[in-house]
């Protein structure tokens, strides 16, 4: 019985979510405190019950029950229990549930953590949560329910997909709908803001925490499907420009221009009805990295439906969100106007609005590039390819100015800076940029995108360390060091993280791209492979069974100028449920290098087709993104926002003295 309490418990969650998105709503418009105090245990309730029916499904994967289509579909009896687990969400039902799970669970704690909030800004942002919520339940319950029953049951399944049995897919689909859905909170603030006709910088500084967070999680999100494509796919590339991928980074940069914007929305008053836009964006672009993944309109290895009629719910869903959001925005922009003061060409606020404008004009690019095959082929005009040349050759030079202002922004004054106190500021480090980027491009033969790309790097990392020694230089005469560390906030240190980490992974990023190497060999036990200083040879081919699968797999002795250095074991599989081959490559990490071995075909008997590859810097690609989503996760957990949160609603007896604590 557990997949029909599974179903019911779908049921009962809908209908909480449409009290969560109702009544609240309809209390906080007529003030009434008795209808606003609905929001929070409605919103309990609902995550409660997805929580239920999340349990049912999985209980329904670990104990085989095949008379559940969506198990039948993807568990099988010989897959080991941690991907049936897994499985809950490696296909559309389950991965659409895990999503409005977590929908439920970002709702739930913004209930338990705003309880110092207004009464009906509490009420309006869980009002526009479950409406959200409202919508998703429906598309599941309506085209994807994950508990219909398959009758007769099925023997047995027909098996996860091979590509989803991996450690990076059990982490890597939660990651990512944390970010996708974490931007849903952002755009309740902006939504229950623009209702209330309330934009200032206390709604800045309460939605930014949240924002934070999404935009971490999604920044790892983005890492991990990147890492698992680099080892699993075979092919040795970790970013491809597919439009899976780019339904991903979209709103990654929407949400990199919406941190900032609310910097200056809180600090300065400023910006407010552009950063109310940029949530809007954040959280439509998330929706339609849904529509593309789910719609059929795309292949890829990440998409998950092909059925049209989820495709048009989803378009239908997305159409009004979108709608009726640009529709309120434009009603409501007149009476919240832009705020804040004047401020000069060369200030703080001119430089994050440019950073803005870049990030935007990326993600356009990034949209057409992704969304034009899609319309010529809707249109019967035939069918085009858009690659990484176009790619590269549009967003690359338009990421370059933002690279630039990474380094400059921290030392200009808000309201009007000094172009001459920031030049004698960095001259030193413009200086060593140039000279190291200079000579590096020119002792290893750099091309000049190369150089650019190092020059970026340096440039963002001694900036960033020169901020640091700036700032301590800044502390009161006498200060012992350890205090001048300490008295600097969390959200500072989280953009000094983020900033370092953004320089490595450029670093990782250009020499990677322009230093790698591979070679193919048709290869049998006992050949050798040579790439520059490293040869790889192949010292036996095994063959070896796992619990659902066969494999062939090569032992390769790798050595530098004559010393070992790696002993690799890349496997050649076949999932015999599916009868689907599947690339294992085997990978030698390292700070500077990896050396990548991955087997082909068999093209005759124990004659193997081997790709060797030598990746420089991969490490640094890694590193650097895993220090970006630190940094937003450092920044997020700033104090001050909670001691914000005080200010806010203590009662104006005691509001001075909380105000006080909060500035110092």
Excluded at 126 to 149: E, H, K, Q
Excluded at 356 to 366: D, G, Q, Y
Aim: net charge positive; with cysteine; proline share 5%.
């Amino acid at each position: 019985m557990l997949p029909e309490i599974g179903n019911y418990a779908l049921m009962l969650a809908l209908a909480l979510a449409l009290v969560q998105g109702i009544v609240p709503l309809v209390g906080a418009q007529r003030a009434d405190a008795r209808w606003m105090a609905v929001a929070r245990p409605a919103t309990f309730a609902q995550v409660g019950f997805s929580t239920l029916a999340f349990a049912c499904l999985a209980s329904a994967f670990v104990q085989h029950d095949f008379s559940v289509l969506y198990v039948a579909q993807h568990s099988n009896s010989l897959l080991p229990w941690y991907y049936r687990v897994t499985a809950t969400w490696g296909g559309h039902e389950g991965s659409l549930l895990l999503w409005t799970w977590m929908l439920g669970a970002w709702s739930a704690a913004v209930a338990l953590f705003s309880r110092r909030l207004p009464g009906d800004v509490v009420a309006r942002v869980l009002a526009v949560l479950g409406l959200v919520s409202t919508g998703f339940l429906l598309f599941m319950l309506l085209t994807s329910n994950p508990f219909a029953r398959l009758i007769p049951a099925a023997l047995d399944g027909q098996d996860l997909n091979p590509l989803l049995q991996d450690f990076g897919m059990i982490i890597h689909p939660p990651l990512l709908y944390m970010g996708y859905v974490g931007f849903s909170v952002a755009f309740a603030f902006a939504i229950a803001a623009l209702l209330a006709g309330r934009l200032d910088a206390a709604w800045a500084r309460w939605s930014r925490p949240w924002t934070l967070l999404a935009w971490s999680f999604l920044t790892l999100g983005i890492f991990m499907g990147s890492f698992w494509a680099y080892y699993e796919l075979g092919w040795g590339g970790w970013w491809f420009w597919d439009a899976v991928e780019n339904a991903s980074f979209m709103p990654w940069l929407v949400g990199t221009a919406l941190v900032h914007s609310l910097i200056v929305s809180e600090k300065r008053g400023s910006f407010r009805s552009w950063t109310v836009l940029l949530a809007i964006l954040a959280f439509s672009l998330s929706l339609l990295g849904t529509f593309l993944v789910r719609s059929g309109v795309l292949t890829s290895v990440h998409a998950f439906a092909t059925d049209p009629e989820r495709g048009a719910f989803i378009l239908v869903f997305l159409t009004l969100v979108i709608g009726l959001s640009l529709l309120l925005y434009a009603w409501r922009v007149g009476t919240i106007g832009g705020g804040g003061g004047r401020f000069t060409l060369f200030s703080r606020e001119s430089l994050l609005l440019a950073n803005n404008v870049v990030l935007l004009a990326a993600t356009a690019a990034v949209l057409l590039g992704t969304l034009y095959p899609l319309f010529v082929d809707a249109l019967e005009l035939g069918k085009i390819s858009v690659g990484p040349p176009y790619f590269e050759t549009v967003f690359v030079p338009l990421m370059v100015p933002a690279l630039l202002l990474v380094a400059v922004g921290p030392f200009v004054a808000w309201k009007s800076g000094s172009a001459r106190s920031v030049a004698r500021q960095l001259a030193a480090v413009a200086a060593a940029s140039v000279v190291l980027a200079g000579a590096a491009a020119v002792a290893v033969g750099a091309t000049p995108m190369v150089a650019v790309g190092l020059l970026a790097a340096l440039w963002i990392v001694a900036g960033t360390a020169w901020q640091l020694v700036y700032r301590i230089r800044r502390a009161p005469p006498g200060m012992p060091f350890r205090t001048r560390l300490a008295r600097e906030p969390a959200s500072w240190w989280g953009m000094l993280v983020a900033h370092a980490g953004l320089g490595i992974f450029v670093a990782g990023v250009t020499v990677a791209n322009g230093f790698d190497a591979a070679r193919d060999a048709s290869m049998r036990a006992g050949d050798t492979v040579t790439l520059g200083q490293y040869a790889f040879r192949l010292t036996a081919l095994d063959k070896v069974a796992g619990p659902n699968y066969h494999a062939v797999r090569g032992t390769f002795a790798v050595t530098q100028n004559g010393k070992p250095v790696a002993v690799l074991t890349p496997e050649k599989r076949l999932y015999t449920v599916q009868n689907m081959p599947m690339t294992e490559a085997a990978i030698a990490r390292g700070p500077l290098r990896d050396l990548y071995v991955s087997l082909g075909e068999e093209t005759a008997s124990g004659r193997w087709l081997v790709r060797v590859q030598h990746k420089p810097f991969m490490a640094w690609i890694w590193a650097g993104a895993l220090l970006v989503a630190a940094g937003g996760l450092a920044a997020a957990a700033d104090r001050r926002y909670r001691a914000a949160m005080a200010v806010r609603a203590a009662p104006a007896a005691i509001g001075e003295p909380v105000r006080k604590a909060a500035r110092a």
